[in-house]
């Protein structure tokens, strides 16, 4: 399909539906909004879960010219979770689910000159749509939360482009499939087809098909390309495609994606990446952020794949559970960041209705993100759902049918399920039914004993850890610390045993959720990282897995104060990289130095925690204070030094980005770090950060919010008013002697 325009701005908004809003022209009360957005902005916990479980009205006026002969075209890429569509008065359709994308002929109901639609959103949970219906561990929101795009087309045109290609060393072999949407009869035309890499075209070439009548889709005659260089996980080259259809020479449409060539292969040995093996180490993520939940944009939903790929040194995470921004898919792409996608679903499987929407979900998920190399695995069961063996076999079936290419696999809780995807996944959490293991022997089951079967298939851990502990950002050293390790456990025996493809760890960040799954706050704090993305000890662990080369970490899982373990500091881990660390204690009259090495309790891993222990003789009245060092070889590489008598004394406040668009919602994040003298984050520090800005940008929530681990994170937007220029953004720590401290953001 040919590019669109954008209908992100400028939108009418009300929390409530009547049927007078669709044919009426008042709209006096409502308010004027951009998307993403969401229908109620919630506070960050402790809030009532129906806050936003109501039906609202979204109202849209927008200009058509030229538009004889030819096809109007709405695509909404994400509303939570039901609506229906409505233009110039008139009923158009009505979509189920809040993650799916639905496009819309509109042409009948359009007219030359200024059209109007309304959409009515019922943001409730409902028994009818995926993964509702039941109780489910995290919030769907409500809203249109993604962008949703105008299209002016042909009355033939090409609705997707599936770049299918095979390939043989470096040798591919294309054939790319079109789907077409045709009104008329069947007729012929030529599809040319360009392949570039960053910017200079490799391949041009031309095929002659016949275009079907109504729905159907046309694969071409295969074409050998010039040699190709692989997507991998070092090395993520990735290519542009186009595909120009003409009749008689007139362009009638074009449809251009981003694609990258590499092989997938399983067997009950492992998981494989162009004919390597590879063992997939990663994280659960949800799409949700603070007060806004899923109305984030395109940015915030890159940096999370950056955070995965490039902070903590991750090659796998899986979209639990449902279809996520193209945002981040794509970034993964970019990163080299393997996706294992499923389709939406929590613990529940609903009547026939339901399954439909499931099978439309599977459809949309399978052909609208088929181009992203990325994706290895599809998902193919309703998270953690019962056996339904004709349902699971038809959802695998059909999506082979789809994608021969990618594994398939779903996600169980329970034991002896029969398998018909080519990955039997399995969320272990283990340690919840036993005695909780300290040093974490006892992390996974072996494969046999969940499967049930007599031989070893492919079998992936998707979850483990989370529940197991509450790890709050404030939480005490010892818990995070607990926390850090058992990913650890869970990592180290996935990567030395054979038993598994790899570990998938629950999850990524802390996130809202109902009542029956938290404390009264509303929090799943079951991240490595907090819900503002800011990284707890679990997600040292993960970093401190990185080669040297990219990046030394010296972690310690201690702030080394006096009293935090009861009486002492010792024992404590640190996360580290290094081949060994230096200890000093500094005491009244002596300085006690020890030279410590990563634990063998960790054999998988190529970097274990350092447990630090021995006799606390430094323990009496005069503690001066600590300091670790890390070497490589003989080399001495990292300080974590801490000196007598920390106390706050700066804040230090960055943005993740020095620039954003101002002719549109752009958002950032902005973390304020609570510093103590010795320049370490004040991780016990209970205070407060006040946030003001300034310039043509908002705060996305409330500007004085609670300290939490050390820092105060937000999000800010533009206000896409078009201004270039500059904006700030100021943090105060409300603390005598301690400076406000300002970032600047440009307006581009
Ligand atoms: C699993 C579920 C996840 C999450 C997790 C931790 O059972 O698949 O979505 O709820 O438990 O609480």
Request: with cysteine; aromatic share 12%.
């Amino acid at each position: 399909m040919r590019k669109g325009q954008s209908l992100n701005l400028n939108w009418l908004f009300k929390p409530e539906f009547k049927s007078e809003y669709v044919t009426g022209n008042d709209y006096s009360d409502f308010e004027r909004v951009h998307l993403p957005h969401t229908v109620k902005e919630i506070p960050y916990d402790s809030f009532d879960e129906f806050l936003f479980c109501f039906d609202s009205t979204y109202v849209r006026f927008f200009d058509l010219t030229g538009i004889e002969g030819k096809r109007v075209v709405l695509e909404f890429e994400g509303v939570s979770l039901y609506y229906d569509l409505y233009v110039n008065g008139q009923a158009v359709a009505s979509h189920k689910g809040a993650y799916s994308t639905a496009r819309f002929d509109i042409t009948p109901y359009v007219h030359e000159g200024e059209n109007k639609l309304v959409l009515m959103v019922d943001s409730r949970e409902r028994d009818d749509i995926p993964p509702t219906g039941s109780t489910v561990d995290y919030l769907l929101y409500g809203g249109i939360y993604r962008d949703v795009t105008l299209y002016l087309l042909e009355s033939a045109f090409a609705e997707r482009f599936l770049f299918r290609y095979t390939l043989d060393g470096n040798c591919a072999l294309a054939a790319p499939e079109l789907f077409f949407d045709n009104l008329g009869a069947s007729f012929p035309a030529q599809v040319e087809i360009a392949l570039s890499r960053d910017g200079e075209e490799l391949s041009r070439y031309a095929r002659q098909i016949t275009v079907p009548a109504g729905k159907g889709s046309v694969t071409l005659e295969p074409e050998k390309l010039p040699e190709i260089e692989r997507w991998d996980l070092d090395s993520p080259v990735l290519y542009d495609v186009s595909a120009v259809i003409s009749v008689d020479g007139r362009e009638i449409d074009r449809c251009e994606t981003r694609v990258g060539f590499r092989t997938l292969s399983v067997d009950a040995k492992g998981f494989s990446l162009n004919g390597r093996k590879v063992k997939l180490i990663g994280l659960n993520r949800h799409q949700s952020f603070p007060y806004v939940g899923y109305a984030m944009g395109r940015r915030p939903q890159r940096k999370d794949a950056e955070i995965l790929r490039c902070d903590l040194g991750l090659n796998m995470v899986r979209c639990s559970h449902y279809m996520q921004s193209k945002y981040f898919l794509e970034r993964c792409d970019e990163l080299g960041l393997m996706v294992f996608e499923e389709i939406p679903g929590w613990g529940h499987i609903g009547d026939e209705g339901y399954k439909q929407v499931a099978f439309n979900d599977l459809e949309d998920m399978v052909l609208g993100h088929f181009n992203h190399p990325s994706i290895v695995i599809w998902g193919t069961r309703l998270n953690e759902s019962a056996d339904d063996d004709d349902f699971y076999r038809e959802t695998n079936r059909r999506c082979k049918a789809m994608d021969p290419t990618r594994l398939t696999t779903g996600v169980r809780w329970h034991k002896n399920s029969p398998l018909f995807e080519d990955i039997y996944s399995f969320n272990d959490y283990t340690p919840l039914a036993r005695t909780i293991p300290y040093k974490g022997e006892f992390m996974l089951q072996a494969q046999q004993q969940v499967t049930g079967l007599p031989y070893k298939v492919p079998y992936l851990i998707s979850e483990h850890t989370g529940p197991l502990l509450d790890t709050r950002p404030s939480s005490d050293v010892p818990v995070q610390e607990r926390f850090a390790l058992y990913h650890a456990s869970v990592v180290s025996k996935a990567l030395c045993s054979d038993d598994y493809l790899g570990a998938i760890g629950w999850c990524m960040f802390d996130y809202n959720t109902h009542f029956d799954h938290a404390y009264q706050d509303k929090i799943c704090y079951h991240g490595v990282l907090d819900m503002f993305r800011v990284p707890k000890y679990a997600a040292e662990f993960y970093r401190s897995q990185k080669d040297p080369s990219e990046e030394i970490v010296l972690e310690p899982c201690t702030v080394l104060g006096r009293g935090e373990r009861g009486e002492g500091v010792m024992p404590f881990y640190v996360l580290t990289n290094c081949d060994y660390i230096d200890v000093t204690f500094c005491i009244a009259t002596e300085t006690q130095k020890q030279r410590y090495y990563p634990s063998s309790r960790f054999l998988g891993l190529k970097h274990a925690p350092i447990e630090v222990d021995g006799p606390e003789l430094w323990f009496q009245p005069f503690w001066l204070g600590a300091k670790i060092e890390g070497y490589l070889g003989e080399e001495l590489v990292a300080v974590f030094d801490c000196g007598k008598n920390p106390y706050l004394t700066r804040l230090e406040v960055a943005a993740d980005d020095a620039e954003l668009y101002c002719d549109r919602v752009d958002e950032t994040r902005v973390v304020a770090t609570f510093m103590d003298t010795n320049g370490h984050r004040m991780r016990h520090h209970f205070g407060v950060g006040k946030i003001s800005v300034d310039g043509d940008i908002q705060l996305i929530g409330p500007d004085v919010v609670p300290v939490q681990g050390g820092t105060v994170a937000f999000w800010v937007k533009t206000k896409a008013l078009g201004r270039k220029g500059r904006a700030t953004v100021t943090v105060s720590a409300c603390r005598d002697g301690v400076a406000d401290e300002t970032v600047s953001i440009e307006l581009i």
